[in-house]
């Protein structure tokens, strides 16, 4: 993925919107929009070369380890009505009851009020939490996930509406919290949320963008074609 991939028809990703593109090359603290983030590596998280397509790459987060990428606070995750993030994720595991984050900004001590945006998987779906004007949100996407499997999820709010797809599939719409978000103040994670120290992510987590100004996907779409741990779908330089 580059900072002007899109994946759905009509719809072309502005580069300077990407404030943030990780996880697309051998160097996992390495931040590929013009932002050049300072990505911290926490507990030795590895770099891995499987990922959801030929050439590829990833990190590989591990439980037991509590691996996780850390990203400073900034004006880059003040969001507002109209955002996308997205990634492809592979579970080893699902070790944890409803919450195993992607990615998030809660405090040490996992206060609802301290977070502004994290979404997590578990057996049963997809959940995005927010701080919605000083409402604490949950809003879980009913799906069927698997182990095992690589998925390209997107969170996406357009016009303060969200929506969560997955492999280019919309399984959640919500029009009913269209409230400002909390402006956290946390350190942002990749394969955690913030400074929260459980609930972590195990397994893998290739090419993660966040543009925080455009609607990326507003309709069903067809992201690449994914691939097993076996086959081959496409190349590094579709990207």
């Known amino acids: 993925m580059t900072t002007t991939?899109?994946?759905q028809d009509g719809i072309t990703c502005t580069a300077s919107n990407v404030k943030l593109l990780a996880l697309t090359t051998a160097t996992i603290t390495a931040d590929?929009?013009?932002?050049?983030?300072?990505?911290?590596?926490v507990n030795s998280t590895a770099a891995s070369t499987f990922g959801p397509g030929g050439g590829m790459r990833s990190a590989l987060f591990a439980v037991a380890s509590d691996n996780k990428l850390t990203i400073p606070d900034g004006e880059w995750k003040t969001l507002g009505s109209t955002f996308t993030y997205e990634a492809w994720v592979y579970a080893n595991s699902l070790?944890?009851?409803g919450y195993n984050y992607i990615f998030g900004d809660f405090n040490s001590a996992g206060a609802t009020s301290s977070n502004s945006l994290s979404l997590a998987m578990a057996s049963d779906g997809l959940r995005i939490l927010f701080d919605n004007n000083g409402s604490y949100t949950v809003l879980h996407a009913s799906t069927?996930?698997?182990?095992n499997q690589w998925y390209h999820v997107a969170v996406v709010r357009n016009s303060g509406n969200f929506y969560i797809f997955l492999?280019?599939?919309?399984?959640?719409e919500n029009t009913s919290n269209t409230g400002t978000l909390n402006n956290s103040s946390q350190v942002?994670?990749?394969g955690g949320t913030g400074a929260?120290?459980?609930?972590?992510?195990?397994?893998?987590?290739s090419n993660f963008r966040v543009n925080n100004s455009?609607?990326?996907?507003?309709?069903?779409f067809t992201p690449p074609s994914l691939v097993s741990s076996v086959s081959v779908a496409f190349v590094a330089n579709d990207f």
């Open 5 to 7: 991939t899109s994946f």
């Open 32 to 41: 590929a929009s013009s932002e050049n983030h300072t990505i911290t590596n």
């Open 95 to 97: 070790p944890h009851s």
């Open 144 to 147: 069927t996930v698997a182990l």
């Open 167 to 172: 492999d280019g599939t919309m399984v959640l």
């Open 188 to 190: 942002f994670a990749i």
């Open 196 to 205: 929260f120290t459980t609930l972590q992510w195990d397994g893998y987590i």
């Open 214 to 220: 455009q609607a990326l996907y507003t309709k069903d």
